[in-house]
């Protein structure tokens, strides 16, 4: 009975639904400890700053991978997976672009001088978040549910251990270790992914993860 709870809680979907509730419990608590420690300016920066990257990116991106999400058979999918990931591509050095404007009108209204090591890091934090937040959804039309959950939780991991890392290392604020260690765990989540997509689509391997 419990066997066959497991297998149903955590087939298909359900894993998906499973692993991304966890990732996103784990990803609050995460939050909750930086945001203690960065203060109310920072934090405050730092919100303005995730929040307009991801208002960019759903703008930017949501609208294509939702019609790519409808194509059902693969072979449709990998002709038009590569079109993708150019657009995704250009896409993540638009929203820094963006994001630096909009960095601009927040100094004016609040009439704050942001120190150019933020502002390099907030860059750096826009291109890799919006490839990530195309990557996730390139998963989702190759059909790896299963691999997209499990990164989930990994990518919400290794934020923790390189935020954790860079603090007791004493080298950076607490500002530009949050956003270096998000950043870090983008890039991995976007090398892993294009590894997966290389993989399935190399005409040797003819398995389907």
Known sequence: MKSRMYSLLLAGDRQFVTMRGLSMFTAMAFALIYSKQLGVERRGLLTFVMVTNLVFSILLISGISLHLRNIARREESRE????????????????????????????????????????????????????????????????????????????VLLQ?????????????SYF???????????????????????YIYNPRHKRQL
Do not use: R, W
């Not at 209204?109 to 933020?118: A, E, G, K, Q, S």
């Not at 923790?160 to 950076?172: A, D, K, M």
């Not at 260690?181 to 290389?198: A, E, F, G």
């Open 160 to 172: 923790i251990v390189g935020y954790l890392t860079l603090i007791y290392s004493g080298e950076t």
């Open 176 to 198: 530009v270790s949050v956003l270096i260690s998000i950043s870090i765990s983008y890039l991995v989540m976007t090398s892993s992914t294009l590894l997966l997509i290389m």
């Open 80 to 155: 038009v997976l590569g079109t993708y990931i150019s657009v995704v591509l250009l896409f993540s050095f638009l929203t820094p672009l963006l994001n630096l404007v909009v960095l601009d009108v927040y100094q004016e209204i609040t009439h704050t001088n942001i120190p150019n090591n933020l502002v390099y890091v907030c860059v750096l934090y826009c291109f890799f978040s919006t490839l990530s937040y195309g990557m996730h959804d390139a998963l989702l039309l190759i059909k790896s549910i299963k691999i997209a959950s499990v990164m989930d939780l990994g990518v």
